[in-house]
């Protein structure tokens, strides 16, 4: 969600540069298929694709109808971050940081001691507990989604307790982590799962409960077994739903867990910018920023590539 | 005479939100074996509903509905339905979709390679063989309303319900489905119930057409024979005088005798 807001955030410094309006459909075009700014020279390719007959002239401009903006962007901000780094004394400017960034990445998996590792094995440790806290709450959330959809006497036992303990931070429900497990590695790892099984059960009973009446149908009149229903009716067409809370839940196990992890210390990502902060190495905590946010993009990007593969045309 | 389908003083009322709906009352009807009967009538009127009785889909809330000297109870593969909107799955490919129904009805007598044979017969007879292996979203909403029929040929049905078949498809397709659709008939001698609100359909389809009263509370209005010999064929029916005349009638039935008030 953030890197959209973003990515059409950048994209309207574009479009004054350029009048024509051929420039915003491009523009347009290239918001829609895929608000990732990473991604820029793929989306050039696939314009290109598009027109295989169009004169050299034609594509080159097309090219820089889809670069050019998110460029521009780009520099934009690079631009102002630099002029804001010369006003202040302690904060890092772009060159400084690129300096401190690649020093940084050519060694990322070094290991002196368990407080100091490289980047890498903190990226990686923040990934695993998103992993098996967010794998159990899918254990957990998707058959309770399929138990909640499927019985309204579930859903109405069950849907005052999920709207109480929903809007809830998942934090809060750290000391409770800390208390049960008596550890700061599966604490956090649970503040991962009590924030990733909301949008798990409610998308998955969401699309139990929207089966459409004439799927069901046919496995009416078909006199299709228990198991061929929900093998071949229920689960299928409930899978975009899951797939769609499986994103969701991705997304904010990924926010929820730098913080979470700023709380309990240990190896991690959100430890490592609080590491940081202690030692006042402020470029490393911008590039720690962008790092969470490419990570994240990265795994949103991944799962809308599922969710497409899933996705049955538009029946 | 025996009737496969007997539909005897059935009433189908609905609790909805503003109230009780009666949307049928009194419907008598007798669907003989090998017969192909069509209901017409206004939108809105119960034609849905009806079928849906005898598919089993709903239950009757006065009357009796039995197939084949039995109560109807609920929905069964004697009674194929081709719905709508065809109602295909979408994650499965053609193939899969028919072969679904086929498994269904004759997976426990019959050994694997049989069971195909079955489905390839029946994408073969309304020709879509070459489609076997696309997905629906693939393919035009005429050959997946193929598909929707080669799945319920394929279950061998005694029965086979169609709700407007054809309805959402423009004329040229729909003209070379019914064709289709007489010559599968041809072949199978099935007994055929079928929505329809194409007048010339009726005609050029049924033995029987049943015209339905304007709801609430719709009942049978009057059911007309058609006496054309079969197989059929539009290009002479369209200068044969029985033809006009059932046509005339039922025209006169819908706009005449059932004008519907402008809502
Ligand atoms: N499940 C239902 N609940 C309430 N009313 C219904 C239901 N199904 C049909 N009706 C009503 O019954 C009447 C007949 O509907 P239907 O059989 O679908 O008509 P049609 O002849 O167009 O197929 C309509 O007025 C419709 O609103
Ligand atoms: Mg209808």
Redesign the interface.
């Known amino acids: 969600m953030s890197t959209a807001t973003l990515t059409s955030g950048l994209v309207t410094v574009g479009p004054d540069t350029e009048a024509a309006p051929e420039t915003r459909d491009g523009v347009t075009v290239a918001k829609q298929e895929a608000p990732m700014a990473a991604a820029t020279v793929s989306r050039a390719a696939a314009a290109e694709a598009a027109e295989p007959s169009a004169s050299f002239g034609e594509r080159c401009s097309a090219f820089l109808r889809v670069v050019l903006p998110p460029l521009l962007g780009f520099a934009f901000i690079i631009g102002l971050w630099a002029m804001v780094a010369m006003k202040s004394t302690d904060f890092p400017g772009p060159a400084k940081t690129l300096d401190a960034a690649i020093t940084l990445f050519s060694d990322p998996f070094y290991q002196n001691g368990p407080n100091d590792q490289g980047i890498g094995w903190n990226i990686l440790s923040s990934l695993k507990r998103v992993a098996v806290g967010f794998g159990v709450a899918a254990l957990v959330g998707i058959p309770m989604g399929f138990i909640i959809g499927r019985f309204a006497f579930m859903n109405s036992m069950l849907e005052p307790i999920i709207s109480i303990l929903r809007p809830v931070s998942p934090l809060a429900w750290l000391p409770i982590g800390l208390m049960v497990f008596k550890a700061a590695d599966p604490a956090s790892t649970w503040t991962i799962f009590i924030c990733s099984i909301w949008p798990m059960i409610l998308n998955t009973a969401q699309g139990v409960q929207r089966v459409p009446q004439?799927?069901l149908?046919?496995a009416?009149?078909?006199?299709?077994s228990e198991f061929?229903i929900i093998t071949?009716?229920l689960f299928?067409?409930v899978l975009p739903y899951m797939l769609t809370g499986i994103r969701l839940s991705i997304g904010t196990a990924w926010l929820v867990i730098v913080a979470a992890e700023m709380l309990t210390g240990g190896v991690g990502i959100g430890f490592w910018v609080w590491d940081e902060w202690n030692n006042l190495k402020v470029e490393h905590i911008i590039i720690a920023i962008f790092v969470i946010g490419i990570v994240g993009l990265v795994l949103e990007q991944f799962l809308l590539l599922i969710a497409r593969r899933?996705s049955?045309?538009?029946? | 005479m025996n009737a496969i389908v007997k539909v005897e003083n059935v009433g189908m009322t609905f609790d909805t939100k503003k109230g009780r709906f009666v949307a049928l009352q009194n419907v008598n009807l007798q669907i003989r074996q090998g017969e192909v009967v069509s209901l017409i009538g206004h939108s809105g009127c119960g034609k849905s509903t009806l079928l849906n009785l005898i598919a089993g889909l709903t239950l009757p809330t006065s009357g009796a509905m039995i197939c084949n000297g039995r109560e109807i109870a609920g929905p069964g593969p004697e009674r194929a339905v081709v719905f709508q909107n065809h109602s295909l799955l979408p994650w499965l490919t053609c193939f899969e979709n028919v072969h679904l129904a086929v498994e269904r009805v004759f997976g426990a007598k019959e050994g694997k390679d049989k069971l195909k044979a079955r489905t390839n017969a029946a994408l073969e007879m309304v020709h879509m063989s070459h489609a076997a292996q696309k997905m629906p979203h693939e393919i035009s909403g005429g050959m997946k309303q193929r598909i929707g029929i080669a799945r319920a040929f394929a279950m061998e049905p005694k029965i086979l319900l169609m709700d407007e078949p054809f309805g959402a498809l423009d004329a040229l397709t729909r003209a070379s489905l019914q064709d289709e659709l007489i010559g599968v008939m041809e072949k199978t001698g099935a007994t055929v119930v079928m929505v329809t609100h194409d007048v010339d359909e009726a005609v050029l389809l049924s033995d029987r057409v049943v015209m339905m009263t304007n709801g609430p509370a719709a009942t049978i209005g009057e059911i007309l024979e058609v006496k054309l010999a079969k197989p059929r064929d539009r290009l002479q029916l369209a200068h044969d005088p029985h033809f006009a005349e059932c046509r005339a009638a039922i025209l006169e039935f819908l706009y005449q005798k059932q004008m519907k008030k402008a809502a």
């Open positions: 004439d799927y149908n046919v009416r009149v078909l006199n299709l061929k071949k009716i299928p067409s899933f049955y045309g538009n029946n």
